[in-house]
């Protein structure tokens, strides 16, 4: 009676917890995949532009130097974003049919300034000017960007204090806390 | 059940998964964007500040001022250095004139009133314009152009010519510009004693005594920051002392805090002793100027006033009037202000011909009083025309009333109806930008641009024309009001009339019209346009001698001069009664800027809200405590405030600010604590102002306890030689001795007083030093703060709470002996030896190599103990996460970091300025040259009491200053050895 009874139990148990575990399973592989399409998507080879602008094509096999676009790199803290307008320098004679371009006409004609998405930024307390690392130093851009000539998206560059620290301290620059960055 | 058989790690494994996606998802960044210009303009480089030049128009005096623009938004403002006005300098309203333009309360687009319920719908520009143009076409059908009016604040230049055009198409010639602070007493006795009904420019720098009755000229009188500078140079310490100051009136003003002596009179004694010194000069015959004839003729006019009789009225002494008398005759150039409107004094218009006679009887005086430079308020009307105008109204003369900036409903008394009268106006059309007391009797609101969004030009005084220019875009759906005017005027009469396209265009033609360089050449019209542009305006040289000097006329002295003495009041106890416009709000214009409702009041120290000041002494006998609400009854109406008690005030009197109770001027003003020109009895003095002081007015307590909210712990310094002080004498018999200063450098370092190791230095030693000799204690640099570094308004009941966030203070102490005020501008000191830094847990205050001591905000944990061990009291903690209410967060300073809740903050000598000139320097490949640049409170300060610069030049101002005999750290006897070192203030006695 007992035997039967714990086969019965032993049988009826052992589908349960397989069941279980086919379950977790299921729900682990929609959130590994979820995150890999839409998340790790973003890290691997970085987050979707407004307009599918490659930096590869630009500034890698077309060979336009980096200050042609963020012109305010040796005047102010930010490098700065080209004019909506300014892609149009070019872009009026070369591919203007191409449907990216059309995009970025659509966003001109309509005066809506392209929602850029922001790759590098620092926290709200860093205080960071691009005068000093790149006219007085002379660092190349890539140097904390990446080598964004071989990027069509640009990954993310996560700038912890350690990232700015390091190659403060080996170069032998300011590493006062208020003189240097934060405010 | 299933999920429950799951084991612990499964668990783990499975939340692990789930929470880290939701981290990164929450944490994710790509909400940022970063949002392109679509063309670029010239001008512009995002991430740096452009600078226009403007003129402010916070008040009448017209300063010149800077702007700076980052990122296409107005940010900060500051004076103009080549303004002949402020050279540089700005006071606190000037400074919080930002704020107008985020104001949260403005109007955001054109609005109707719904007649039946009172209540304001948006309309469109056009509606608005179509009822405008229906009202006038109406009443040019009628013939009735004159019952058009036009209301202004105090305007010149292309603004009163569009004004005048539009009037004249209409066929009116009703421009009124009221100034509440209008000096009508001062204006009739200039005319009546010097020949010219004006208010010159008084050169107080280039005299060599000064009396003041009752005018308030560090405060508000006139042009606050002109004065201020020149008070400065003025009192700068000479070789036998510093130049004379007299103050004599009913309350310790600001202004009076700056006097050798104040001499406290009742409200109707100024002008008794004003006579009575006059006596007593015309007595001893010191009169150069006057010939005998005049002076016995005057001397018949005062005869009355004999030293006895000022005496009993006023109780001031013989000697003290003897003292004056020879001060007086000592001096080669006695100027002498008077009030002249009538807050303060009920005898205005005596006491100002006094002061014009005074001012008449030494040759010398012609040399300080300039008439060539009048000061355009003198075209402000008297309040006797708004009388006229109220009047007017009242018997259905004025159809049609369009106001621009003035508020009479909050200035004119009760009794004279104005709310009444403007109801039978048939369209009230209100331009101001902000909702107040005379906006909502307005049918149609057109709401025009701030100044800092227009353009414009202000002639302050004659010779100066400073020049406006929009520092940044018009924020909300509102109009130049020259725009609207030409296309009224268009729509009426043609295009013949009002050819111009825009404001602007009349601007400019009006400047090229005025254009002195007489070449013809177009490019230098161009040019002379640009160079105002650029300068902020047209003005001579500075210093050139009076161009018209006033005769002291022998034959017009003796006109219309019978001053009679004020009735002697019959019972002694009666409680008189004045107001005072502040440095914070002046005539209750600025009462809606945050910045200012948080500064504490420069006397009382008092935030947010109004107050009645009461002597202690009469608070006793009335059985009034400080914070009773009391009730204060005249003839004509009653208001309430709490008590304030004051000794800085004359006995059996009550004093109250203007500027306060407003009932509708958006959230930061509205207080239902009253105007105190609801008091008036509507009386008109012999100058055809507001009679306004009262001699008669009961009080009762109504058994409500509302403390005044101050900032000051204590009015005494309790002995402990904070803020010091030393007598002339001493001040010439120590010249050459060594101060008592450890300096915050190397040098300062001893090993038997010193616990912890000295800092070095590398090239700078950044440090200011505070001439308490100077600081006049106006709050200019409070505000400056408070705008530079995105300082937190807290509001009332925070600050009630000592959770006001002030970097920099200016601490008020009185003398426990006598009336007289010692202030003490108090922020970080910098210490070399600092107390905070040896006591964090987590070293968030740091020791920079440049001396300064940082508050790292992001590894700051909250602890307090920073706080705690400092003994300036000068670090803030955040309570809260203070909020900006939209739109006033644009004001914010993208240069310096924002704090949050649970973080310590405190002065920082303005780091990023330092940052932005050492910048600056290293790309011009030189070092930071002295006074190159300034903190925000040093820059402002009008009295250039604080100077910043680097200590461990020895060449530098500050390293000089800091070795003067006068310097001392404040504590410095806890071996803190400040960065911050002051010099003591410099007293002197004459009486």
Redesign the interface.
Known sequence: MTGHAETSVTTSDKP??W??RV??MV??VI??A??FLY?YE?IRIG?PQPVSFSHRVHAGVKEINCRFCHS?VE????A???????CFFCHKYIIPKYPEMQKEERF?NT?T??????IF?V???V?F?H??HI??AGFDCSRCHGDVKTMDRLEYTKFQMNFCITCHRENRAQV????AC?? | MDILTLSRRQFLKAAGVTGFTALLNGCSDTTRTLIPYLAAPEDIIPGKATWYATTCRECPAGCGMLAKNRDGRVVKVEGNPLHPVNTGRLCARGQASVQGVYNPDRYRRPFTRIPKSHKLVPTTWSEAEKTVLAALASILQHGRGQAVTFLTDLTTGSERAVIGRFLEAVGSDGHIMYEPLAYESLMRANKEIFGIEAIPDYRIDEADFLISFGADFLETWVSNVQFARRFARFREPGKNGKNPFLYIGPRLSVTAANADHWIAVPPDGVSVVALGLLHLLLDKNHAPALDGKDRDRLMHAVREFTPQFVEGRTGVKREALDTMAAAFMKARKPLVLAEGMGYQDPGALDTAKVAALLSSLVPGTSEVIDFSRVSSLSRAVRAEEMKRLVDRMHSGEVDLLFILRANPAFHLPLRWGFADAVKRVRLVVSFSSFEDETGQMAHLILPTHTFLESWGDFEPHAGVLGLLQPVTGPMFDTLPLGDMLLSFGRSLKGIGMFPERDFYEVLRRSWEASDKTNLPSPNTVQSTWQEALRRGGLWGPPDEPPAVRYRPSTSRAKQSFEPQPPAASSAPRDLSFFSYPTVQFLDGRSSNRPFLQELPDPITAITWGGWVEINPETAGRLAIKEGDLLRIRSESGSIQAPAHLYFGIARDTLAMPVGHGHSAFGRYATSEFGNPVYLATGGLDGAGGIKRTLSRVTVTRTGISSLPVRTDGSPYQHGREIARAVTFRQHVTMTGDAPEVVPPLAGGFSKERDFYPSHTHDVYRWSMVVDLDRCIGCGACVVACYAENNIAVVGKKDVLKGREMAWLHVQRYFEETEPRVRFLPMMCQHCDEAPCESVCPVFAPHHSREGINNQVYNRCIGTRYCSQNCPYKVRRFNWLTWTHDPPLQWQLNPDVTVRTKGVMEKCSFCIQRIVEAKMKARSENRLVRDGEFAPACAQTCPADALTFGNLKDPHSRVAQLAGQARAYQVLGDLNTKPGVIYLKRITQRII
């Open positions: 349960a917890v069941r279980g379950w977790l729900v682990a959130f590994a979820m995150f998340y973003d987050p305010n005047r102010s803290a930010h700065g974003l080209p004019e909506v307008e300014k001109f005066n300034p392209v929602p850029w998405v922001r930024w926290p709200d307390f205080f000017n005068i000093p006219k007085w006062d806390c208020w003189l934060h405010r």
